[in-house]
């Protein structure tokens, strides 16, 4: 793996400190020694010298406006060592790969790339509110504390603020913000070098044991102040930061304007550093209580608050109700400002009040339902109460049915003047002769819309707690199925299954093939899915394959792709891309973490897939050696013992064979011409195996008498079974097979050589040849030992040898019986071994049986 690039900073407080300068002093000293540097972007006003080698802008077009940009892909094929890029903060033009320079630069440090850039204090992300409340300025671009911390070398460039003013005029604030600034400046200079001289040490002085800092995630335009409060206290502490969003059950009716605020400060919140949890349940304090209690909270930072929402007048704050729940952690409030702010830290949503059609319809057709039904009611004499009580139901109906709060007020309301209208003395009449009436009407009315407010509540809460559980139930169903997997090919279809199942989205999952291109392979919903599969999107696709980072559609890398690509991680690399076609609406943070979840799962089997795989061809590398070792030891024995007796005849007959007699070199004779037939059979049976275990082996078929095929292979069996009784008994004179004769031949001679060797003298050996089920059947049996039951299994294994002991001393590798299953198998027919009773083995083979017609 290639080594990461260095990022060097050239900081400051403000512009106009010499930053720029700096950098390119150093960017041509470091020219001067050798270095490979080249200018990637500077402002043009800026003097960079002509020895220094400089990148050519990219243009984009937006909105009919050439804006010259860094241009990324140019400086990777370049691959300098040094690249001197200004302004780490800057926003990139829209059609960049990346919205953010950092976000480049980032990518350059990957590709092994060392980097020096600028940065001001303004431009540190959890400092950016308190520097614009003192500046009075909104806040420009920001890059997340991380970059900073993270960089390899920081150089503070100073300059006096008078002579900063001097340089840049009525641009700059006055000399006492700039010496506020300049404080800042150096007291983030000194918390950074203080986080480096304390990263190795044991025990941090300055540090907080146990300290967990908890803020909230909400909808209000104020709660990114708290969210930077809270991470600018986390990192004063030494303590661990979390950032808890509480989902109601009005989420689904939140603004499309609230969503995006919500979006960007759970954003913040992760480039701060923060874990983020999200948590369910409408009563958000309870929430916050029971987590902070759970895990451990040592101060809760909020932001200044009205009341409890969902408590109809209440005064009560935040933070009180915390310590009423028996909250025990330190509690911050960071006042807001904005005016009018409900809650900066937590922000609690109520629902739309907006009135559709189809809901207007249902409450008018309930009410009027009530209405007859209690005038019937009425009629029967039947208790005012009574009728009471079914308009009460009436309203429950109405909010079970609807979907705004708002239709259950109104319901209510109009319920008690249609009672009173219809159902009371006068009637047809909104007056009430009765003095208990205005009691009963109000009454009536509360009754009826806390117990609608209920309904509702628990509708939504139901709703809620079964889109939940509806999820949580595929995450654990597709755990399940991603083990049980057999291939990759099974893993991505169950993980894309249960995607889509989860999203009610297009996806499409893209792997690498053989040659490391990624190709779709497999896509669901193939009509949809062909639209995304195109060039440009198979670029980002690449991308973030090779970077593995998330990019496309709703991120900051390549946000112009139709679709949302996450990258599938393992270990060390991307192990594939599943790419989510995103409509009109984004992915909920819910959606998203359950998402990634699934992602991970996929990319643990994926890896159990690829060790699994690894592990077998370990194995099968491990057993080739085994049978490489045994092979050659085998041979070495098998060769030496009748070489051995071969050159040892052969001296007897050199030495002394003219004064033998005819009798005694003719047995010397026959040994020697027995040695050398053994080691042709060994060879042909070595070079058959071979040829078949490389498929290289051509099968020559031809239509032969069974009879012809076995005189011949017992021809060759001439002088080794003379002191073995062997008879051939064949039902049909002209049985016929389509075979291979060299090959039957030695199918034959291996297994009756086997006969003879593993029998003791004067055995009978029968040779049986019958037709039977299209099929001509060879059963060749003795009278010997037999074979153990358990060695019948493995006597036609490669390199396998009974415990048999043979005569002659030799001892066998093991392939002939292996051959002639290799050889049988081939010709598409069957061979095994059963017991021959009473004692002894059968070793039988069948071959295609081949019709035979006499012209008479």
């Known amino acids: 793996m290639d080594k990461s690039g260095r990022l060097k900073i050239f900081f400051s407080y403000a ?19 050798g270095c490979d540097v080249v200018i990637g972007c500077v402002p043009l006003e800026v003097d960079m010298g002509e020895e220094l080698e400089k990148l050519t802008p990219v243009f984009h077009n937006y909105q009919g406006v050439l804006s010259p940009e860094f241009d990324l892909d140019s400086a990777i094929r370049r691959r300098p060592q040094l690249l001197v890029i200004d302004r780490l903060a800057h926003g990139n033009a829209p059609g960049s790969r990346h919205r953010k320079r950092y976000q480049d630069i980032e990518e350059l440090l990957r590709a092994g790339i060392d980097v020096y850039t600028t940065l001001n204090v303004q431009q540190i992300e959890s400092l950016s509110d308190v520097i614009s409340s003192l500046t009075g300025r909104p806040a420009g671009e920001r890059v997340p504390d991380k970059v900073f911390d993270q960089a390899d070398q920081v150089e503070f460039v100073d300059a006096e603020p008078e002579k900063v003013r001097e340089r840049l005029g009525n641009q700059t604030p006055g000399t006492g913000v700039l010496t506020a600034l300049r404080e800042m400046a150096l007291r983030r200079m000194a918390d950074r070098i203080n986080k480096i001289a304390k990263k190795g040490e044991t025990v941090q002085e300055t540090s907080y044991p146990g300290e967990h800092i908890l803020t909230g995630i909400s909808a209000s335009p104020s709660n990114g102040r708290v969210i930077r409060t809270a991470a600018r206290m986390a990192d004063a502490f030494h303590g661990a930061f979390t950032a808890l969003y509480v989902q109601t059950s009005h989420e689904k009716n939140m603004p499309d304007a609230e969503k995006k605020i919500l979006k960007e400060n759970m954003e913040l919140a992760e480039k701060l550093g923060a874990r983020v949890i999200t948590m369910y349940g409408d009563d958000v304090v309870q929430q916050i209580a029971e987590y902070a209690r759970m895990a451990g909270v040592s101060k809760i930072v909020l932001g200044r608050t009205k009341g409890i929402g969902g408590i109809p007048f209440s005064r009560v704050s935040f933070a009180d109700r915390l310590t009423a729940l028996g909250s025990n952690p330190d509690i911050y409030i960071i006042p807001s400002m904005e005016e009018n702010t409900e809650t900066a830290g937590f922000r609690i949503r109520h629902s739309r009040t907006g009135f559709t059609f189809k809901d207007t319809i249902k409450t008018a057709g309930v009410l009027l339902a009530s209405t007859g039904i209690g005038g019937w009611m009425y009629s029967l004499g039947i208790s005012e109460v009574n009728v009471i009580m079914l308009y009460i139901l009436g309203v429950v109906i109405t909010a079970m049915w609807t979907e705004s709060k708002a239709y259950s007020l109104v319901s ?41 407010t209920l309904t509702t509540r628990v509708k939504e809460q139901a709703h809620q707690a079964a889109e939940k559980a509806y999820r949580t139930e595929i995450l654990l169903e597709t755990s399940q199925k991603l083990q049980k997997a057999r291939d990759v090919s099974q893993i991505i279809s169950e993980i894309m299954v249960q995607m889509e199942k989860m999203l009610g989205r297009t996806v499409i999952f893209y792997m690498p093939d053989e040659k490391g291109n990624l190709v779709p392979r497999m896509k669901s919903r193939e009509t949809d899915a062909e639209k995304y599969i195109n060039e440009k999107e198979q670029e980002v696709v690449s991308w973030v394959y090779q970077n593995n980072k998330h990019a496309g559609a709703t991120t900051d890398t390549l946000p112009g792709a139709k679709c949302l690509y996450l990258a599938v991680r393992g270990r060390k690399e991307a192990l ?63 060769l030496r013992t009748p070489l051995t007796g071969i050159s040892g005849n052969a001296s007897v007959l050199l030495n002394g064979g003219a004064q033998m007699e005819e009798a005694q070199r003719h047995k010397i004779y026959g040994d020697i011409y027995d040695d050398a037939i053994w080691l042709i059979n060994l060879v042909e049976n070595l070079l058959s195996v071979t040829r078949i275990e490389n498929g290289a082996m051509n099968l020559k078929r031809q239509t032969e008498l069974l009879d012809d095929v076995l005189n011949e292979a017992l021809h060759h069996l001439d002088r080794k079974c003379g002191e073995h009784r062997i008879t051939v008994k064949q039902e049909d004179e002209f049985l016929m097979a389509k075979m291979d004769t060299r090959l039957i031949v030695q199918v034959f001679i291996n297994i009756i050589d086997n006969a003879i060797k593993y029998t003791p003298s004067g055995s009978e050996i029968k040779v049986h040849v019958f037709q039977k089920d299209g099929f001509v059947w060879t059963e060749i049996s003795d009278n010997g030992n037999g074979v153990a039951d358990e060695d019948k299994d493995k006597l036609f294994q490669m390199f396998y040898t009974a415990e048999n002991q043979k005569g002659d001393g030799r001892r066998g590798l093991g392939l002939g019986l292996a051959l002639c299953k290799s050889i049988i198998n081939a010709h598409g027919g069957e061979i095994g071994v059963r017991d021959n009773v009473p004692r002894g083995s059968i070793f039988y083979f069948s071959l295609p049986a081949e019709e035979v017609v006499i012209h008479e």
């Open 412 to 452: 209510s309301f109009i319920s008690v003047f249609t009672f009173n209208f219809f159902f009371t003395l006068p009637r047809y009449s909104f007056k009430a002769y009765g003095p208990e009436y205005p009691v009963t009407f109000i009454i009536m009315f509360l009754v009826a819309f806390l117990i609608s």
């Open 576 to 638: 594939a891309v599943a790419g989510i076609v995103m409509g009109a609406e984004e992915l909920t943070a819910f959606e998203r973490s359950l998402l990634l979840a699934m992602l991970n799962e996929c990319a643990l089997a994926l890896e159990k897939q690829k060790l699994d795989e690894e592990k077998k061809e370990v194995e099968m590398n491990a057993r080739q050696e085994r049978l490489r070792a045994n092979l050659l030891r085998a041979i070495s024995h098998d």
């Open 15 to 33: 512009e106009g400190t010499g930053k720029t300068g700096q950098m390119l002093r150093d960017a041509g000293e470091r020219k001067k020694d």
